[in-house]
């Protein structure tokens, strides 16, 4: 497949297509945002690594996870930077890269707990705004349909059960270094506990907006799944349908 080079317009003249696709942890966002930035020629925005890329500065700064004041101040001595590429962005944290060392988990687990402030979120949200603020990209996370662009053309909420999740999570942890992955049951285990987090949280809960479209991958593969997301977007442009 090859992706649209002269890339997507929006509806609205001066403004080009903002695709959002939230879902719980480990849903498979990032593969599919991936493809769908290549697929219609647009950048691809992984908002998650924002939250990690100031998870990681707030550990290194040793600041209580549980300390909003704290965190609230960090947020304003903190640059945070996105760089689209090929695979995955290229995340500058106060000019640093820091692409390689957010991606463990203890970082994931950090910036789940961060991002239940209100006052991180609001911060965040200003600067995902800001990234995307002329359009033509693809943003994935917890609340970009509901929050970050309420007005998006295209939303999607991708899910699937926690077990499954959980099990495609570890397989892809296990691909680096098998030996040392956490057992699928832990990995399973704390995707609950992150789930609880992110549906109940008194700002932003994890939901789908009132015009998303759903996609439970459960029992699909890969491949279906980005196929499935592919043709909500074409559908929403108006493009035929794919030849099975």
């Keep these: 497949m090859s992706g649209n080079e002269n890339g997507i317009a929006a509806s609205k003249p001066g403004r080009r297509m903002i695709v959002a696709i939230d879902g719980p942890a480990g849903a498979g966002k990032s593969t599919i945002a991936r493809h769908l930035a290549q697929y219609f020629g647009l950048l691809n925005l992984e908002t998650g690594a924002m939250y990690r890329a100031f998870a990681l500065k ?4 040793e600041i209580p996870l549980d300390d909003s004041s704290a965190l609230e101040a960090l947020t304003h001595e903190t640059s945070i930077q996105l760089e689209s590429g090929e695979e995955e962005n290229r995340v500058l944290l106060d ?3 820091v692409s390689g060392l957010i991606r463990n988990p203890t970082v994931t687990e950090a910036a789940s707990r961060v991002s239940v402030f209100p006052a991180v979120r609001s911060w965040m949200v200003r600067l995902q705004q800001q990234l995307a603020a002329q359009g033509g990209v693809v943003m994935e996370g917890r609340d970009i349909g509901t929050v970050v662009f309420p007005h998006a053309e295209v939303k999607i909420f991708l899910d699937a059960a926690p077990e ?3 099990q495609r999570r570890y397989d892809q942890l296990g691909e680096k270094d098998r030996s040392s992955a956490t057992p699928p049951e832990e990995v399973i285990r704390d995707l609950r506990a992150r789930d609880e987090r992110d549906r109940n949280r008194a ?3 994890l939901k789908p907006a009132p015009d998303a479209v759903l996609l ?3 029992n699909m ?4 799944a980005v196929a499935a ?3 909500i977007v074409g559908e929403k442009l ?3 349908a794919a030849k099975a």
Aim: hydrophobic share 30%; charged share 35%.
């Design 58 to 61: 707030a550990l290194r700064a």
């Design 95 to 97: 000019g640093e890269d």
């Design 164 to 166: 499954v999740r959980g």
């Design 203 to 205: 700002d932003s809960p």
């Design 216 to 218: 439970d991958s459960t």
């Design 221 to 224: 593969t890969l491949d279906e």
């Design 229 to 231: 997301a592919e043709a």
């Design 238 to 240: 108006g493009l035929p």
